[in-house]
């Protein structure tokens, strides 16, 4: 039987903690996401177009380095306090190249490391089997 590859994701549009699902504890990696309050406040002086425009592209690039990371797992849980999670989502089934990797998305508060690793155990745990 395949092992499953399975991935939690606490996300917001900032940050994206990536947290493998695995029976020995592994270290949380981290994706941030290139456009900052600077940046915004930066553009908003000259435009309020041109300031939606740039987060846009810098969402896109951030959102683009989470799904190459995300292409390698079978299964993966986007979680977090913001609609980040939804965004993502969307943007990876625009993608059929993604179609047979089963997402689910779950509201969460802001939440430690430690937090998010229980998180993501809990949820994935629920779903094994055992052998009595």
Do not use: C
Request: cysteine-free.
């Amino acid at each position: 039987m395949k092992t499953l590859k399975q991935l939690g994701i606490w996300m917001d549009h900032s940050n994206a903690h990536l947290i493998e699902f695995s029976d020995e504890v592994k270290a949380t990696k981290t994706i941030t996401s290139d456009f900052s309050y600077e940046d915004k406040a930066e553009t908003l002086k000259r435009s309020e177009r041109e300031m939606h425009h740039k987060e846009n592209q810098k969402l896109s690039t951030y959102y683009k380095n989470l799904t190459s990371v995300i292409e390698n797992f079978d299964e993966v849980l986007l979680f977090g306090p913001t609609d980040a999670k939804v965004e993502l989502f969307n943007y990876i089934k625009e993608n059929h190249k993604y179609d047979k990797i089963k997402l689910e998305l779950k509201n969460s508060d802001k939440m430690s490391d430690v937090e998010q690793h229980h998180f993501v155990r809990d949820y994935f745990k629920r779903f094994e089997f055992k052998n009595i």
